[in-house]
């Protein structure tokens, strides 16, 4: 939650940070760096607020060597302090201005101060892995003697290969005596996952990682890759409750507006999505032909894509996930027309498949199977926007509201509201738009998501953005009650 925020454009507001941090608690993490207090008065609010909380994890807040630093953490009534001084050359030089010898003296003296409070102290001496080894073996020594009880090995800028984290790490542990050696790894290399683990195998005992990744630059290591990695792969046992991750991923994404990316490890949209005939004709045996361990454990759900690359065996299935009962006959039409979409650059959503089924069993349009947008009124409120979405659902004519600083976050939060009274959420859109004439055709794509993780697919075009959303939203609506 420092590191993490430290995002660049990510700000959180008190009441946000207290919604991770219950997350983080009940995900079973074992410690939760709550903030840097020094960075700004609800900051420090919402550390002391956090500490407040009784949680079962231990709160941590970060301070420099400063008195005033401390004195701030201390105040926010932390169980941790988490300390840290720059050691390379290169940040002494330029950073701090100051020698070597004066580095190890500040540590001392603040970490002697901490401890006189009686909170544990975690020592980091920053920019780890581009100082000189001897120094660093010098002053976390000198930390260990002050009373730190964490040493954290931060490799600030990334540049850490695991051989050389390997390395590093036995030799803090070769002098840490019963201190618990950290290593805090960033993500400039696409390295802070397997530093990570470089790191446990050398006999680190606690990693620093964020969810999802986020961290300054290209973030630090991520909690869902290091736990399963570690957890799967190496066979430890973490206390971390698994099958929260998917949701409490979701979570921070949504408060820090930090997108997760589809093909993200562990919690991206695609982790457990197969679309390849091959694929799924073997997932559709087998799950494991195809999926290193169950979604279920991280809380995910496998889906089955139609596209291009679909076979019959996974556009049957996916039917029939749908309500569809086809013949091969048209199941052979119905592939055929998947594949043409594809070919033309569509991404096929379930709303396409359901069109064309529809179309080939003679059935309704799953644009008004059970609901339907009749009309949009629009508002100017000066700053705001106030959006009046006209509905028939279930046969019953409906006037939804929705309120936002653009058409387009009206719509989408009169169609939260729609999706809410079905145990629904919207799980992610996007908006394609093109120049056509004098206008635009805007296509959108939206995801929702029900209770039980299944996502479902939708388009719509239109000529308006935020009616081109709230449609295919509906559309997506209209799949789910034909199944549910
Ligand atoms: O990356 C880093 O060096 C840090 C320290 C404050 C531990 O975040
Ligand atoms: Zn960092």
Known sequence: ??????????????????????????LGVDVIEAGFPITSPGEYEAVKRISRLGLNASICALARTNIKDMELALDADVDRVHVFIATSDIHLKYKLGI???????????????????????EFSAEDATRSDLDFLEEIYSAAIDAGAGFLDIPDTVGIAKPEFIRDIVSRVVSIARDRIVSVHCHNDFGLATTN???????GARQVHVTINGIGERAGNASLEEVVMALKILYGYEIGVRTEKLVEVSRLVSRLTGVPVQPNK????????????????????????????????????????????????????????????????????????????????????????????????????????????????????????????????????????????????EASIDAIRKLLRQHDLEIDSYSVRVEQVGDGVNAESIVVIRTNNGRQITAASIKQDIYWAIAEAAVRALNIYSKTY
Not at 2 to 8: N, V
Not at 99 to 121: C, K, N, P, Q, T
Not at 196 to 202: D, N, P, R, T
Request: aromatic share 4%; hydrophobic share 40%.
């Open 1 to 26: 939650m420092r590191d993490g925020e430290q995002t660049p454009g990510v700000a959180l507001t008190v009441d946000e940070k207290i919604q991770i941090a219950r997350a983080l608690d009940e």
């Open 99 to 121: 020698s070597r010898e004066e580095a190890v003296r500040r540590a001392v003296d603040s970490i002697e101060f901490l401890r006189s409070h009686g909170v544990e102290v």
């Open 196 to 202: 990570s683990i470089a790191g446990v195998l050398a």
């Open 265 to 408: 490890a562990i919690v991206g949209r695609n982790a457990f999505g197969h679309e390849s005939g091959i694929h799924t004709h073997g997932i559709l045996r087998n799950p494991a032909t195809y999926e290193p361990f169950p979604p279920e454990l991280v809380g995910a759900r496998r889906w089955l894509a139609v596209g291009k690359h679909a076979g019959s065996h996974g556009i049957r299935a996916k039917l029939a996930e749908m309500g569809y009962e086809v013949s091969e006959d048209q199941l052979k039409i119905i592939v055929s027309r998947v594949k043409m979409l594809g070919d033309m650059g569509r991404r096929v959503t379930d709303s396409d498949l359901a069109e064309i089924a529809g179309e080939i069993l003679g059935s309704k349009s799953c644009s008004d199977i059970y609901a339907r947008v009749e009309g949009m009124r629009i508002e100017n409120l000066g700053e705001r926007v106030r959006l009046a979405m006209m509905i028939t659902v279930g046969g019953i004519q409906r006037e939804i509201y929705g309120e936002g600083r653009s058409a387009i």
